[in-house]
T-cell receptor
Framework: DAGVIQSPRHEVTEMGQEVTLRCKPI?????LFWYRQTMMRGLELLIY????????DSGMPEDRFSAKMPNASFSTLKIQPSEPRDSAVYFC??????????????FGPGTRLTVL | GDSVTQMEGPVTLSEEAFLTINCTYT??????LFWYVQYPGEGLQLLLK?????DKGSNKGFEATYRKETTSFHLEKGSVQVSDSAVYFC????????????FGQGTRLTINP
């Protein structure tokens, strides 16, 4: 299994530009999570999907952030317009909610976003 | 709500030293407990887990025991190596609601040769 795949691995953009981060979860997993990690705030859960449906988006910082999961094998996190304070590493993770799975999450390698 | 509190870092040790990173939790019921490790430039990886009281999770020489009476899940290793340098996160899985993972703040560990 290839694990969770994220793209791009690095993104450098200018303030005001739209940024789209992509994630392919592990095949067969039915839960997907987007996290943001910074030195100041640590690891923050942004949004969580179950069976492609957003369940908890309380961590999304503001309306500039949006996330979609059009099918079980693909999700996007979009920032429009981007701001320098959005600079962070964004992680995608997936898990299986099957009974007994323990809710272990598998993380992707992350996308390092720099907004100038 | 559920929460996880970890020992504050950074922690710096010499190679072959004994390691303990403390983790305590607050939760309704009996959640599953996890330790994740993040090596530089990488995502988090599951290190070990325990799903019920008195279970011991172990991997790569690391161990942690689920202690219900003290609501703790301390990470230990008898002899650390330089390659163990990383950030370690304790986490619990909610029993109710969204059943998402609740993470501690992470503990940065540096092992000097």
């Amino acid at each position: 299994d290839a694990g969770v795949i994220q793209s791009p691995r690095h993104e450098v953009t200018e303030m005001g530009q739209e940024v789209t981060l992509r994630c392919k979860p592990i095949s067969g997993h039915n839960s997907l999570f987007w996290y943001r990690q910074t030195m100041m705030r640590g690891l923050e859960l942004l949004i969580y999907f179950n069976n492609n449906v957003p369940i908890d988006d309380s961590g999304m910082p503001e309306d500039r952030f949006s996330a979609k999961m059009p099918n079980a094998s693909f999700s996007t996190l979009k920032i429009q317009p981007s701001e320098p304070r959005d600079s962070a590493v964004y992680f995608c993770a997936s898990s299986s909610r099957l009974a007994g799975a323990g809710n272990e999450q598998f993380f992707g390698p992350g996308t390092r976003l720099t907004v100038l | 709500g559920d929460s996880v509190t970890q020992m504050e870092g950074p922690v710096t040790l010499s190679e072959e030293a004994f390691l303990t990173i403390n983790c305590t939790y607050t939760a309704t019921g009996y959640p599953s407990l996890f330790w994740y490790v993040q090596y530089p430039g990488e995502g988090l990886q599951l290190l070990l887990k325990a799903t019920k009281a008195d279970d011991k999770g172990s991997n790569k020489g690391f161990e942690a025991t689920y202690r219900k009476e003290t609501t703790s899940f301390h990470l230990e290793k008898g002899s650390v190596q330089v390659s163990d340098s990383a950030v370690y996160f304790c986490a619990l899985s909610e029993i109710q609601g969204a059943q998402k993972l609740v993470f501690g703040q992470g503990t940065r560990l540096t092992i000097n040769p």
